[in-house]
């Protein structure tokens, strides 16, 4: 009787073992795309979107039929364009474009819920490596000549290093090689040492992917 309850147990175990090694597995690629980028306040402010890029690789490990987890390691630029009113009669416009260039590590919960569309959630963090502007001044003297002049200032410092924000959205297998990926990222943490009032950074990203 001991015999055949020990005999039971095992192969209950080795069926369990088996059924989940047939669902586990790990998946990996590369990624890239576009960046839709910007910086919100508290406040309403001026900035407009920039277009930049993102690339870099991930893994899924997959711990149940609908369920898995991802985390990927991203090169994202990231910033924002803005036409500044102004400060002197002769000056037509001021453009300012603010380039930040980031390392983040996202790491989500990745749900199926129709055959190949996944649905994604979680957090990611982000490192700054650098952040600069170039801000271009286009003036009309009364001639009507027109001078532009463009001025590239380092804005690093002014930022801070470590970006954690919040991410979501979904990913759909074309086949067995290729995805696609449509996400939003918000920050949840100040990322401005200078300016009065909270920033955050928001970026849409879309990217295609190659899977091993």
Do not use: C
Not at 26 to 55: A, C, H, Q, W
Request: hydrophobic share 35%.
């Amino acid at each position: 009787m001991k015999l055949s309850f020990i005999s039971i147990a095992v192969l209950f175990i080795i069926s369990f073992t088996n059924m989940n090694a047939q669902q586990e597995y790990f998946e990996y690629g590369f990624k890239g795309g576009i960046n839709l980028s910007n910086i919100t306040e508290d406040v309403p402010s001026s900035y407009e979107t920039r277009t930049s890029m993102n690339i870099g690789a991930y893994g899924l490990y997959k711990i149940l039929p609908k369920l898995g987890i991802q985390a990927e390691l991203l090169y994202s630029e990231q910033g924002f364009s803005n036409d500044r009113i102004p400060d002197a009669a002769d000056v037509e416009k001021i453009e300012e474009i603010l380039r930040m260039q980031y390392i983040n590590l996202p790491v989500l919960a990745s749900h199926n819920v129709i055959e190949n569309l996944w649905v994604e959630g979680g957090f990611q963090v982000g490192y700054l490596v650098n952040a600069e502007s170039d801000r271009e001044r286009i003036e009309i003297n009364n001639l009507g000549s027109v001078k532009s002049t463009t001025i590239n200032e380092g804005k690093t410092d002014n930022y801070e290093r470590i970006d954690v924000g919040l991410a979501g959205g979904l990913r759909y297998k074309l086949n067995r090689n290729f995805m696609i990926q449509a996400r939003y990222t918000n920050s949840i943490n100040d990322i401005n040492k200078i300016e009065t009032g909270d920033q955050y950074n928001s970026i849409f990203s879309f990217s295609v992917g190659y899977v091993f």
